[in-house]
């Protein structure tokens, strides 16, 4: 009778909600290679870094993007 009780009431519960899909754009690898120095005067220097810094803040947009989409995916539904 138990079996019976656990099974019926196992078909009246509604499943969980599907999680929303990862935006595709959050799936980018960063970049592996970084441009490197060519003279080393001050303008090359300051145009180098201000490479860098891009590739750095966009990527870091990505992943944090990325993180904040998986702990939406992990927080406990009601």
Do not use: K
Not at 27 to 50: H, I, N, Y
């Amino acid at each position: 009778m138990f079996a019976l009780v656990m099974t019926l009431s196992a078909c009246s519960t509604t499943p969980p909600p599907a999680a929303p899909p990862i935006q595709q754009s959050l799936l980018q690898r960063c970049p592996t290679e970084l441009p490197s120095l060519t003279d080393g005067t001050g303008a090359d220097v300051s145009l180098t870094m201000s490479s860098w810094a891009s590739q750095y803040h966009r990527c870091a947009t990505r992943h944090n993007g990325l993180i904040d989409a998986l702990e939406t995916r992990l927080e406990p539904r009601e």
